[in-house]
């Protein structure tokens, strides 16, 4: 019979503890392998989805620069337009706006001159005044009634 000293039984400790060990890193091993492959497919997926996304993005930025520029171009139009209106707007005012004050003051005296003539071959009595209150025009009786009150 063969009796085991104490550095058997301590190499026969250390040989366990190491086959433990080993078998504990194969175990985490392959699982990490298994979440890197994992991993890997779920990146290769993800890069299959967002490359047609990037060019649909691309795509969509594209047609609003298209649309901005087009604003762009419609709001330099309207603005031009605008000044055009304006200046058209003072040119008719200027050409036209003095003489046809004129002719609206001469109608006017015209008018009144014929009126008065026909006034003055009318009796006085018959001749009534009227005043203008905001639009509205209101025989002489009324007006003096508001003047009392």
């Known amino acids: 019979m063969h009796t085991v000293s104490g550095g058997e039984v301590a190499g026969i400790l250390v040989a366990v503890f190491w086959a433990i060990l080993v078998s504990f890193l194969a175990v985490a091993?392959?699982?990490?392998?298994?979440?890197?492959?994992?991993?890997?497919?779920?990146?290769?997926?993800?890069t299959d989805q967002a490359v047609p996304?990037?060019?649909?993005?691309?795509?969509?930025?594209?047609?609003a620069q298209t649309q901005i520029d087009r604003v762009d171009a419609i709001a330099s139009d309207v603005q031009?337009?605008?000044s055009n209106a304006s200046a058209?707007?003072?040119t008719?005012?200027?050409t036209f706006g003095g003489p046809l004050v004129k002719v609206a003051a001469f109608?006017?005296?015209v008018?009144?001159?014929l009126g008065g003539r026909k006034e003055d071959m009318s009796a006085p009595a018959e001749r009534s005044r009227h005043t203008v209150v905001v639009g509205r025009t209101l025989?002489?009786?009324r007006r003096t009634k508001r003047k009392k009150g």
Request: hydrophobic share 45%.
């Open 92 to 94: 008719v005012a200027s």
């Open 53 to 63: 996304l990037l060019a649909d993005a691309s795509s969509a930025v594209r047609s």
């Open 29 to 46: 091993l392959a699982r990490l392998a298994q979440t890197l492959r994992t991993t890997t497919k779920l990146v290769a997926d993800v």
């Open 88 to 90: 058209l707007s003072t």
């Open 111 to 113: 008018r009144r001159a």
């Open 139 to 141: 025989p002489a009786a």
């Open 107 to 109: 109608g006017y005296g």
């Open 80 to 82: 031009e337009v605008t």
